[in-house]
């Protein structure tokens, strides 16, 4: 540490830099400052700093330049180079191989992703500083960079190329703002496709979609712009729409599907399209893609992770089971195929093994919320609710924009009775339009639960607006109305809620229920007798209805 002489600090201009002067008690030796420079000259670069998690110990990263131009930034920010930083290291030197000083090294882009999972800052590998002319120019020395509209845009586009390839969250803002600077980018494909998976990664899926469907007015056979439109839908769950983009990807791709090189892009997107079609409840279906993905290419193991699931999801374990293995095989650090044999582990006895594997996806993924989401469910499943939430939290915290990490969260939350909690994680679900009915049908249960009555009823009919068919919203304000003595009315919601549900023999019970309180004994227990035969597992109820009927009915 070194006294400052004085207290004045010299700010330069509108910089993001500032001129002080310090006492030392021994020399230092001093770093040559370029005068001038080009971009040819600063190929090679590398930033000095002190990081905050070893503050006493300088760390010196080296790479290379992305860009030294002025397109847009603020507070004197023109150079642009690819080097890991760290928190701290802001106000170091930026070098050339031979030590003479070009720059002061600024803002590192937090991975936020990265910084959450490991508990600490962690930087991407696209920085920015302030090019030395600055303080030069503020010392007397005249110095005019020289400059055009082409030079700058080509600048932009090579620092969004390299923000991108980092694959990194927080840059992606800077990256759209440099390619929008592009004057023609409604008529060139690369920018647009630059800027359109910006937008995706953020979530801004209309936005994305905008310069994907401009893509395709340029390029209407771009099997991965097509490809690309399908995804974006199924982000905000138009399954109908992603579908239809999906399969004309792979129309488009599989005139080349003969091909080698096509293999592994036409297996991707039929994998894709297998996904989105199980999302839509076709299991069979979706099956079907997942396999001839695979025969396509016989290395995608992806799709043998998702068929697998398929399997799981319908009961044919071992089958399933091999398919994980063999995925795992072929890609050792796959942390999905992990994470799906770790729950089918669970389904067949072996939480030790199960919790291996949800483990071990974590390690490999540490910035997928996924994965800390069903590791979340299967410490819920076992009893461990400190670690289930934390899970959750990690889930959320990961991908905070995403209104279902807060609905999974709200569920858990009502489990073990933080009805507050899940009220507020409800209410951001609802304010992002997701699952709204299952939303609002959630919140009324805890309205109920806190004793709002009011409340609740104004939720379920919230809930039933959103999906007229709810079955579970229907029959909870069919028992409202049946408290009130408004018979029609729990009739009404009763009868839909069987046609939503047919095989749910609860709908039937409750209608029991209504017909018995309205005296119509024949009715009551011809509903009784249907709900009896519905249950085929909950053998307590069955006992329960059968004494129900032997009082009632015979």
Not at 93 to 122: E, M, N, W, Y
Not at 232 to 247: F, I, K, N, P, W
Not at 313 to 329: E, P, V
Request: glycine share 6%; net charge positive.
């Amino acid at each position: 540490m070194h006294t400052t002489l004085g207290v004045n600090v010299n700010r330069i201009k509108q910089l993001d830099l500032a001129v002080i002067k310090v006492q030392t008690v021994k020399p230092y030796p001093v770093s040559n400052l370029a005068s001038k420079f080009s971009d040819s000259s600063l190929a090679s670069l590398a930033v000095a700093g002190f990081p905050l998690d070893n503050p006493n110990q300088i760390t010196i990263n080296d790479g290379d330049l992305v860009a030294y131009t002025n397109i847009g930034l603020d507070q004197g920010y023109e150079l642009f180079y690819r080097i890991r930083t760290s928190s701290g290291m802001s106000g170091g030197g930026v070098f050339l191989p031979d030590g003479t000083l070009v720059g002061i090294h600024g803002r590192g882009d937090a991975d936020q992703r990265r910084s959450i999972a490991f508990d600490k800052t962690t930087k991407t590998g696209v920085n920015i500083g302030i090019p030395l002319t600055h303080y030069l120019q503020f010392k007397g020395t005249p110095y005019k960079r020289k400059s055009s509209v082409d030079a700058d845009e080509k600048a932009s586009l090579l620092v969004a190329q390299s923000i991108l390839a980092m694959r990194e969250d927080t840059g992606y803002q800077l990256a759209i703002k440099l390619l929008s600077q592009i004057r023609d980018i409604a008529t060139r494909q690369e920018p647009l496709e630059l800027r359109a998976v910006a937008n995706y990664v953020l979530g801004n899926y209309k936005e994305s979609r905008a310069d994907l469907f401009q893509i395709a007015r340029l390029d209407p056979n771009s099997y991965n712009n097509w490809s690309s439109i399908g995804l974006s839908y199924a982000a905000v769950g138009e399954l109908h729409l992603a579908r239809t983009a999906l399969e004309k990807s792979f129309e488009l791709i599989a005139m080349g599907i003969d091909k080698p090189k096509f293999n592994s892009q036409a297996s991707a997107v039929v994998n894709n399209l297998g996904l989105v079609v199980d999302q839509l409840g076709d299991r069979a279906k979706a099956s079907e893609y997942y396999s001839l993905a695979i025969e396509i290419s016989p290395t995608n193991a992806s799709a043998m992770a998702n068929k697998g699931a398929s399997l799981m999801n319908r009961r044919d374990y071992l089958k399933a089971l091999s398919l994980f293995n063999r995925a795992i095989k072929l890609q050792p650090n796959y942390g999905n195929a992990y994470m799906n044999r770790g729950l089918l582990k669970e389904l067949l006895g072996d939480p030790d093994g199960a919790i291996s594997d949800l483990n071990k996806a974590v390690q490999l993924t540490p910035v997928d919320p996924q994965v800390y989401l069903f590791r979340a469910q299967f410490h819920s499943r076992r009893g461990s609710k400190s670690q289930a939430l934390a899970d959750f939290d990690k889930a959320v915290a990961l991908d905070p924009q995403n209104p279902a990490r807060y609905f999974d969260r709200a569920l858990f939350k009502q489990h073990i009775n933080d009805l507050n909690g899940a009220r507020i994680d409800l209410e951001v679900a609802i304010s992002s339009e997701y699952r709204l009915a299952e939303a609002f049908f959630e919140r009324s249960v805890i309205h109920r639960r806190q004793g709002f009555d009011r409340r609740e009823l104004l939720d379920l009919n919230r809930a039933i607006e959103s999906d007229p068919m709810h079955a579970k919203a229907l029959r909870n304000r069919a028992m409202i109305s049946l408290a009130q003595n408004s018979y029609k009315s729990a009739l009404s919601d009763l009868r839909s809620a069987i046609q939503s549900e047919p095989k749910n023999p609860v709908g039937y019970e409750k209608l029991g229920a209504t017909y018995l309180e309205m005296n119509d004994r024949p009715r009551a227990c011809s509903s009784f007798r249907q709900a009896l035969n519905l249950y085929v597992i909950r053998k307590e109820r069955t006992r329960e209805l059968n004494r129900l009927i032997a009082t009632v009915c015979l």
